[in-house]
């Protein structure tokens, strides 16, 4: 990553040159003592004083290396235990869902902040992430899975942020562009839930928890529930315009894998959409 910056060859730089000073003062040191006792005495003062950083570097590494094992173990873990998908039922023929819970808007310095509470595993976009979200599963050309496109609902209702108003978010049919409009109440039967489920032992360690369900609102019953998680491999490091939560997700980092399709597939998975000619509006 330094390389990258070019900071790596300015740090090296730096580094010759401190050790250079301190050769420079271990000689002056000697050569200016008037007595062997002197010189000896001035040499020692020269190596501690230049030792003082190499050695508090030194013990740093070790503990963010010792830190970087313990959240490894923490997150390994965490997915070993605690993460995966549960399907209790699936549905055909749905056309629409309510999100209930949405992914709160992702701004300043959010994606930054070690604890943020604003599930970055499920989505760390910048911006509203509720609109984001609703459009993805209201879409009639996204991945429905690898390899495969395919339609959404034909209308997504989501709570207005700030406000008391749904919106109805849908596709004309054949039309690129989304339609939204304000709606009194919602009427969908399914409903979709996102919740960051961290706790403080896990930002310990950068690790972010989140659980995404899919609700039958009829009788308010789990129909099915994926919970995941992510590490920040980075701890926070800024270096290279790094965005935590942002630059941190992939493969390697949550379990199970979260992209930017993964939650509409595993939605669309327990909640087939119609097959029909799309509505009108």
Not at 96 to 105: F, H
Not at 135 to 152: D, I, Q, W
Request: with cysteine; net charge positive; aromatic share 12%.
């Amino acid at each position: 990553m330094l390389e990258l910056t070019g900071m790596g060859s300015v740090l090296r730089g730096i580094g010759w040159l401190y050790w250079l000073l301190a050769a420079g003062a271990i000689y002056l040191a000697i050569r200016k003592g008037k007595s062997r006792r002197a010189k000896i005495a001035w040499t020692l003062v020269a190596i501690a004083v230049f030792a003082v950083l190499p050695v508090k570097e030194m013990i740093e590494r070790v503990k963010r290396d010792a830190y970087a094992r313990e959240a490894w173990a923490y997150f390994k873990k965490k997915c070993d235990t605690e993460s995966g998908e549960k399907i209790y039922k699936t549905y055909t023929g749905v056309k629409s869902v309510l999100v209930v819970k949405p992914l709160p808007p992702a701004g300043g310095n959010a994606l930054y902040d070690q604890f943020w509470y604003g599930d970055p595993y499920s989505s760390a976009t910048p911006g509203e992430r509720a609109r984001s979200a609703a459009l993805k599963l209201a879409s009639p050309t996204l991945p429905m899975s690898f390899g495969k496109e395919g339609p959404g609902f034909d209308f997504v209702e989501s709570p207005n942020t700030g406000t008391q108003e749904f919106v109805k978010y849908y596709y004309q049919k054949s039309a690129r562009d989304h339609l939204s409009e304000v709606i009194g109440r919602p009427i969908s039967r399914f409903g979709i839930s996102w919740e960051d489920i961290s706790t403080p032992d896990d930002r310990k360690y950068w690790v972010a928890g989140s659980r995404l369900r899919v609700i039958d609102l009829k009788d308010n019953s789990i129909v099915a529930e994926r919970i995941g998680y992510l590490i920040e491999a980075g701890f926070g490091s800024r270096v290279g315009a790094r965005t935590p939560w942002l630059t941190s997700r992939g493969r390697n980092t949550t379990c199970p894998y979260a992209h930017d399709f993964s939650d509409r597939w595993f939605i669309l998975k327990v909640l087939t959409p119609v097959e029909e000619a799309r509505n009108e509006k």
